[in-house]
C-alpha cells in the first residue's frame, strides 16, 4: 500500500492549489488530509467517506478548502482557496482502512497509512 502525494509549491496570498494523494495497493473506507507547520502538532484539515463522498472539514479551512475523490484513480484531491500565510505547512493525505468514527476523524492515530507530506508555502 502506497500513498503518493503531490500539488505542493509556493503561492501567494489569496492563491490557489490543487494536492492530489494517489493511492496503490487498495482502496479504503475513508481518507483525509493533515497539516503540519514548523514547530506545531500535526492538525486535521479535511476527511471524506470513500464510498458516500460525505466531506468534513476543520473550521480553519472551512469554506475555502475543498476535498474530493475519484474513485476511478483511486485518487483523493484537496483543493485550496484563498490561501492564507496561516496556510503554510508540509500537507499530508491519510487513509483509514475503515470507516472512521466521526468523533477521531481528527486524530491522526486513527488513520492507518500516510503520504509522503508536500510542502505549502504561501507568501505575503
Known amino acids: 500500500v502506497q500513498l503518493q502525494a503531490s500539488g505542493g509549491g509556493l503561492v501567494q496570498v489569496g492563491g490557489s492549489l490543487r494536492l492530489s494523494c494517489e493511492a496503490s495497493?487498495?482502496?479504503?473506507?475513508?481518507m483525509g488530509w493533515f497539516r503540519q507547520a514548523p514547530g506545531k502538532e500535526r492538525e486535521f484539515v479535511a476527511h471524506?467517506?470513500?464510498?458516500?463522498?460525505?466531506?468534513y472539514y476543520a473550521d480553519s479551512v472551512k469554506g475555502r478548502f475543498t476535498i474530493s475523490r475519484d474513485k476511478d484513480k483511486n485518487t483523493v484531491y484537496l483543493q485550496m482557496n484563498k490561501l492564507k500565510p496561516e496556510d503554510t505547512a508540509v500537507y499530508f493525505c491519510?487513509?483509514?482502512?475503515?470507516?472512521?468514527?466521526?468523533?477521531?476523524?481528527?486524530?491522526?492515530?486513527?488513520?492507518?497509512?500516510w503520504g509522503q507530506g508536500t510542502l505549502v508555502t504561501v507568501s505575503s
Open positions: 495497493g487498495r482502496t479504503f473506507g475513508s
Open positions: 471524506i467517506r470513500w464510498s458516500s463522498g460525505h466531506t
Open positions: 491519510a487513509a483509514d482502512l475503515t470507516q472512521t468514527i466521526l468523533s477521531a476523524i481528527r486524530r491522526p492515530d486513527q488513520y492507518d497509512y
